[in-house]
């Protein structure tokens, strides 16, 4: 293999962690960022990806071989790592079809319950121990007769391997297959959005457009799994074909596609532009939960309008404003789900938020009805 191919899988390789290293601090540092448990999961998923490749570089030339327990330690986490990715990523996008396909229920109030709570957890944890599951069966393969013998630096030098086709063959359909689930969760999601646009028709057309823009990044991702399913498809044609190998060069370009889907959210970025002044939030909700959302809502509950109005007609208004309070409520929590999946932005200044607590609504009616 060319020393030019090596120097370019070795820079893919560091620049995908680098990337997503640049994502992952200020995220976890930054009080100002929010994401779900999936997607800190996800991406700490592709970071393990990119270290996996990233363990001989220094080691790729030369006559002689790499030392026995570097090449047996990427050996146990090169054919797990890409099971890790994947499943993360689909589990990922579980947590977001979940959410967009409850826009279209009434009943909001479920996106808090201790079950979707368990729920939201399991699929930041079932990525993480199918890669334990892997790393056992490789471990098993390799233990098993004298296959430690099979250990070696691969052919193209990118990194090492087993001489054995088994280990491969169960992660790339692993990966197919998750692969295939997400273009399938992602057409599913197009047309759940689609059947149900009626419910975004009030929103502004400046709101619309940031729903819009959050579906072309999951797009964008779900390239990536299409890319990545043709790359499973390689992996398994390279079997048979050792001229093939070169293409898996590839293979450290997907983080880099999936951290700049990811990381160039607004709250991120402006992270990074410390010398800049962050745009002022004063909303309730966006002030106290990171200021991010899919949706806007605007309800103006004002005093004067309640204390115009005649006893009984009062009496009802707060009633009605008091349903609806609760209902809007049930959104907030919802949205703020929404919030933390997608990582999305909206510019406060066109946003008005205004919502009286029930208590101040009863201190109104009571007043009234006196």
Not at 208 to 230: H, P, Q
């Amino acid at each position: 293999m060319s020393h030019g191919l090596i120097l370019f899988f070795d820079a893919t390789v560091l620049l995908g962690a680098f990337l997503i290293i640049c994502i992952l601090v200020p995220a976890i540092l930054s009080t100002s960022i929010h994401r779900s448990i999936g997607w800190y999961s996800m991406m700490a998923a592709w970071l393990m990806y990119s270290s996996s490749y990233a363990l001989l570089i220094g080691l790729q030339e030369g006559e002689e071989e790499p030392p026995r327990g570097i090449c047996l330690a990427q050996t146990l986490f090169i054919y797990p790592a890409p099971v890790l990715a994947a499943s993360a990523t689909l589990c990922y996008y579980v947590e977001f079809y979940s959410i967009v396909s409850g826009l279209k229920c009434p009943d909001l109030a479920y996106a808090h319950s201790p079950s979707a709570a368990t729920r939201r957890i399991s699929l930041a944890v079932i990525p993480w121990i199918l890669w334990l599951l892997t790393i056992c069966e490789v471990s098993l393969v390799i233990l098993s007769g004298d296959n430690v013998s099979l250990l070696e630096r691969a052919e193209h030098r990118f990194y090492c391997h087993l001489r054995l086709d088994a280990p491969w063959i169960v992660s790339a359909v692993l990966d197919f297959l998750m692969a295939l689930a997400i273009i399938i969760l992602q057409v599913k999601t197009g047309l759940s959005m689609y059947r149900h646009w009626h419910l975004f028709k009030r929103l502004t057309q400046t709101d619309r457009e940031v729903l819009v823009t959050i579906y072309i990044r999951f797009i964008y991702c779900t390239v990536a799994g299409v890319f990545t399913s043709i790359l499973c498809a390689v992996a398994l044609a390279a079997l048979a074909s050792p001229k093939m190998d070169c293409l898996q060069v590839l293979y450290p370009v997907l983080p880099i596609m999936f951290a700049l889907s990811f990381g160039t959210q607004k709250d991120l970025r402006q992270t990074w532009l410390f010398w800049r002044k962050p745009e002022p939030y004063t909303s309730i909700v966006f002030h106290h939960h990171t200021l991010s959302t899919t949706q806007n809502l605007s309800v103006q509950v004002q005093h004067e309008d309640l204390s115009d109005s005649s006893g009984s007609e009062s009496q009802k208004h707060g009633d009605d404003l008091e349903s609806e309070f609760s209902s809007m409520s049930s959104k907030v929590d919802f949205l703020q789900d929404v919030r933390l999946v997608v990582g999305a932005k909206v510019d406060i200044s066109r946003v008005e938020l205004q919502l009286m607590s029930i208590n101040q609504i009863s201190v109104v009616k009571e007043a009234n009805s006196k």
